[in-house]
Nanobody, 114 residues
């Protein structure tokens, strides 16, 4: 199982970014996918999830600003981030659980300047 996240970068507060995660090695269409983030000196935080049926749920800190979507044909999951704040600065990871084991992609850095 491999997950490859991309799309991070430097953006000003109020701006937008879209992260992408390419997934291989499992039956993608039936897996719930997650986005997490970890800021320096902090524990990893769940940003949101998207189920196989495209149902989404988000952490309180990003509700109304972030949107997760997926394309089962392309085996991709996306994190659209709008109205970014400096406190959104973190390394962002996509993840999933497959056969009882967690798999993580290499993180992508998002930096929001004030």
């Amino acid at each position: 199982v491999q997950l490859q996240a991309s799309g991070g970068g430097l953006v000003q507060a109020g701006g937008s970014l879209r992260l992408s995660c390419k997934v291989s090695g499992l039956n993608f269409s039936i897996n719930t996918m997650r986005w997490h983030r970890q800021a320096p000196g902090q524990t990893r935080e769940l940003v949101g999830v998207i189920s196989s049926g495209h149902t989404t749920d988000y952490g309180d800190s990003v509700k109304g600003r972030f949107t997760i979507s997926r394309d089962n044909v392309k085996r991709m999951v996306y994190l659209q981030m709008n109205s970014l704040k400096p406190e959104d600065t973190a390394v962002y990871y996509c993840a999933t659980t497959h056969r009882g084991r967690d798999f993580w992609g290499r993180g992508t850095q998002v930096t929001v300047s004030s």
